[in-house]
C-alpha cells in the first residue's frame, strides 16, 4: 500500500503517470508496504497469461528473491524511477522514505531494487553516471541503498508511522532494532532473485 497522502498526477507523454505526496511526508516515513491486497503471481502463471496481460503484469510489477511478480493493487504500482530516488527499498518488504518530501514533489525509488527482467533504459539524470537500470544492480548498490536506509530509521520513531500496522509481524522486532539501535540485521541485498539458482541465499549483515 503507498502512503494515503499521495496522489496519480500525469506527468507528460514520455513518461505518463507518477505519484505525487499530496502533504509533507518526512525523512523516516514508512512510503509504501507490501500488504495482503498486493497480488504475489507465480512466473508459471504469468507465462501462461496472454501476451497483453503479461505486457502489463510484466510492466507494473515488480519479481521478489524467490523470482514471484508482485503487483501492487493501488498507486505504488506507478512510482516511476530516479537515480536519486527519495524512497528506498528494505528487506523487509516496505519503502521509506530518505529525505523529507514535499507537497507537489514526486514519490520515486530505484528500479535497480526491484529484479528487473530486462535492462531498462533511463532519462538522463545529472549527478550520476548510470543510464540504464539493470537486473542485477542489487548486487552492485545494496551497501548504497542500506546505508541510506540506515540513515532514515533514525527518524523512524519521530514521525507519524500511517503504514507501520502493515509491517508483517516476522519484521516488526527487526526493524525496532533499526530504528532503536541504528542496526540492520538484514540486507536489502537478501531480496536479490538469483536466476542462476533455484535455492537463493539469504544474505544478512553481520
Avoid at 527518524?155 to 526493524?175: G, S
Wanted: with cysteine.
Amino acid at each position: 500500500m503507498i502512503h494515503p497522502h499521495t496522489e496519480l498526477r500525469y506527468i507528460n507523454e514520455k513518461i505518463g503517470f507518477g505519484v505525487f505526496a499530496a502533504k509533507f511526508i518526512p525523512k523516516g516515513t514508512i512510503t509504501w508496504v507490501l500488504d495482503e491486497l498486493d497480488q504475489i503471481l507465480d512466473p508459471s502463471y504469468v507465462a501462461s497469461l496472454d501476451p497483453d496481460r503479461r505486457k502489463l503484469i510484466t510492466k507494473y510489477s515488480y519479481r521478489n528473491q524467490e523470482g514471484k511478480y508482485i503487483l501492487c493493487w493501488d498507486l505504488g504500482r506507478f512510482v516511476n524511477h530516479s537515480f536519486h530516488a527519495n524512497s528506498v527499498g528494505t528487506a523487509y518488504d516496505f519503502e521509506i522514505a530518505v529525505r523529507d518530501i514535499y507537497p507537489g514533489e514526486e514519490i520515486t525509488n530505484d528500479y535497480g531494487s526491484l529484479n528487473l527482467d530486462e535492462p531498462f533504459d533511463c532519462f538522463p539524470e545529472e549527478g550520476t553516471d548510470r543510464t540504464c537500470v539493470m537486473p542485477d544492480d542489487l548486487l552492485r548498490f545494496y551497501e548504497e541503498w542500506d546505508q541510506k536506509a540506515l540513515d532514515a530509521f533514525r527518524y523512524f520513531n519521530q514521525v507519524e508511522q500511517p503504514l507501520a500496522h502493515l509491517i508483517r509481524p516476522e519484521c516488526k522486532e527487526k526493524v525496532k532494532m533499526a530504528a532503536d539501535r541504528q542496526v540492520l540485521i538484514d540486507s536489502i541485498r537478501s531480496t536479490y532473485y538469483d536466476r542462476s539458482s533455484i535455492n537463493n541465499t539469504r544474505w544478512t549483515l553481520r
